[in-house]
Structure formats: C-alpha cells, structure tokens
C-alpha cells in the first residue's frame, strides 16, 4: 500500500506492506481522511516533529471496514484508552494517562490502508455523507467542550473565536443546543463560504462588544496569547471562557489576572472527548453530521487525492485569506467490491 510517513524529520510518500489486522482489530480501506490543523502543526515545522518513532499521519478516518463481507463504510474513534485506570471507569477517557492515539502513538489514516481495535470501528450512520464524516472528530471535540464545561449556563449569548474547523463546529452545535452564536474572527470575509449555513452571526473580531457575552469559547488558533487575551475582554463579569483552543508550549498569558478573578470569570478548560454521556461524544457527532448535515457541507469541498497532501497542507497554510477552512484527502482506488 502508499502511505505517508514522517522520518528522520521528513514527509515521504512510502510504498509498504499491506498491514494484518490482530484477532481484536479490524482492516478498514481508507475513502476519506481530513487533515486536521494538528497535523498541519506539525507537517509545517522544519524538522517535522514525530513521538519518538516513525509518525504516520491521519486521525480524522472514514473507510471501508474489510472484516465483513460486504465492507460498510465506517468511521474510527482514534481515541484508544487503556480500559482499566480511574479514568476510564468514570468514561473520561481524554484523561486516560496510558491513551494511544491513531495518527500519533498508532500507524494513521494518510494511507491507503489503516488497522484500529475494532471496537473503535463506528458505523456510519444511515443518510450521513462519507465525506462529512471526517468533521466527527472535531464535532466531538466542540461537543464535549460545550456539554460538560458550559453544563452549568442556560443557553444564551454565546461568542466563539476562531474561523477553523473546531470553531465552526462549537458554533454548530452549540446552536443546535439553543444558545444565540456569534463567530468573532479577524477577518470576517473568510466565512462568507459559510454564513448561510450556520445558525449564527459572523463579525469582525475587533467590532465585538465588550462585557458581551455570557460564555465565550476561545477556539482559534494557539501560536499566542491573544485569543484567550480576547476572549477575557469579551464575556460579562460571572461569565465562562471555555478554552478549547490547544496551545503550543510556552505560551503564557499576559493578562492582569486581578481583573480576571475580580470579575468572577470562570476559565474552564476542554481537551478532546470523552464517553461519559450515554453512548459518547463521537456516536453523537456522528448523528448530529447524519441529521443536520447543512453546516458540514462547505467546509469539506476542498479534497486533493491522497498522494497530494503536500498540496493539500499549502492549500490551507498559505495564500489569501479566502483559502480552505480545511482539507480533505481522498482515496483513489475504488471501493472493495
């Protein structure tokens, strides 16, 4: 098969064996993959960085599963706890200190073909669209945050900062849960591919009202400190800023923190997903990309075939501002007969 792999600080297009799937784990044939903004951290660094082995890239993964004979297509949870610590037990599986995760710890999804235990092996739900799909993992991500950090607010003004993927998914979803969203970016004209099919307002970060907002989630993009910095000026005093944003290490807030606590805010902090809501915070992405699948629709056109990810990373890294919200990697070969 034709994979992707990171070595010796270094993407390659590699030609490798066909990998043979455990008793416990199941072959799936790769339709769809998306190329999530953790993957362009670190695709664009010089050296790549890599988790001490060969890194092969791809965790947002929509194929084909090869155990049964009429192959249906499927979505993996890349998420694979240990089982059996104090996290686990309670669900919060994010917080699992031995966790792997396929596309980092385990072989990903940039590749033709990909094995996972099969129990994180998802039916894709009846009418959901492959393509979609690939927004599960970070529909999650926004899911998770927005349930179990905003749980104690009743829905009201919500702001989110950010334009990317997980920043239109919390808008998403956190409409659908009947709060009023507003997407802050620093320029609004890269979201006209989407304003028409998200349940929120979309305006210029630096036009947002001050003290405006009962909760606000800082979901952009991490290189410093100023969409937290933001986010602390946007929500009313007794408001929550629910940080989702993932930030690169060292960066430091630079904030008068009396301010902070004397307003009464509230900082939460949202990492991944987790499986203590009934079935989890993935299967529930999933329904909800099968049910409303509107939203999805614009921010999955832009697809490269699998051996163009080197295109697919500039494609959503440089140019103007009106480039991709993301990219999608498409399997060139036919599905299994």
């Given at each position: 098969m034709k994979v992707w792999e990171v070595r010796e600080g270094a993407l390659s297009w590699s030609r490798l064996a066909r990998p043979e799937p455990e008793p416990d784990q199941t072959l799936v044939k790769v339709a769809f993959s998306g190329v999530c903004g953790?993957?362009?951290?670190?695709?664009?660094?010089?050296?790549?960085?890599?988790?001490?082995?060969?890194?092969?890239?791809?965790?947002?993964?929509?194929?084909?599963?090869?155990s049964t004979p009429s192959g249906p297509l499927v979505v993996i949870d890349p998420l694979v706890p240990c089982g059996s610590c104090a996290s686990c037990a309670t669900g919060a599986i994010h917080l699992c200190p031995g966790i792997l995760r396929l596309g980092w710890d385990l072989p990903g999804g940039f590749a033709e073909f990909v094995v996972a235990p099969r129990r994180n092996v998802l039916p894709l739900p009846e009418g959901a669209d492959p393509a979609q799909a690939v927004l599960a993992d970070a529909l999650a991500v926004a899911i998770h945050g927005i349930r179990c950090g905003l749980s104690h607010h009743r829905p009201g003004n919500l702001a989110v900062v950010g334009s990317g993927p997980l920043a239109l998914c919390s808008a998403a979803y956190?409409?659908?849960?009947?709060?009023?969203?507003t997407v802050l970016v620093r320029n609004a004209g890269k979201l006209t591919v989407v304003d028409d099919h998200i349940d929120a307002s979309f305006t210029s970060l630096h036009e947002a009202p001050r003290n405006g907002f009962d909760a606000v989630v800082?979901?952009?993009?991490?290189?410093?400190?100023?969409?937290?910095?933001a986010a602390l000026s946007l929500v009313r005093d007794g408001g929550t800023v629910l940080v989702q944003n993932a930030y690169d290490p060292g960066v430091r807030l630079?904030?008068?923190l009396r301010n902070v606590f004397r307003r009464s805010?509230?900082?939460?902090?949202?990492?991944?997903?987790?499986r203590r809501h009934g079935t989890g915070d993935?299967?529930?992405?999933?329904?909800?990309l099968s049910q409303r699948p509107a939203w999805a629709d614009p921010l999955v056109r832009c697809r490269f075939p699998l051996r163009s990810l080197p295109s697919a990373v500039a494609a959503v890294t440089t140019g103007t501002s009106l480039r991709p919200i993301k990219a999608v990697l498409v399997a060139e070969a036919a599905p299994p007969a």
């Open positions: 953790s993957d362009l951290a670190k695709i664009t660094k010089s050296p790549i960085p890599t988790p001490g082995h060969t890194w092969r890239p791809g965790h947002e993964v929509v194929g084909w599963d090869l956190a409409a659908s849960q009947g709060w009023s969203v800082d979901a952009a993009s991490g290189r410093d400190d100023r969409p937290l910095d630079h904030h008068d805010i509230t900082i939460t902090g949202s990492f991944s997903y987790c993935l299967p529930e992405a999933l329904q909800m």
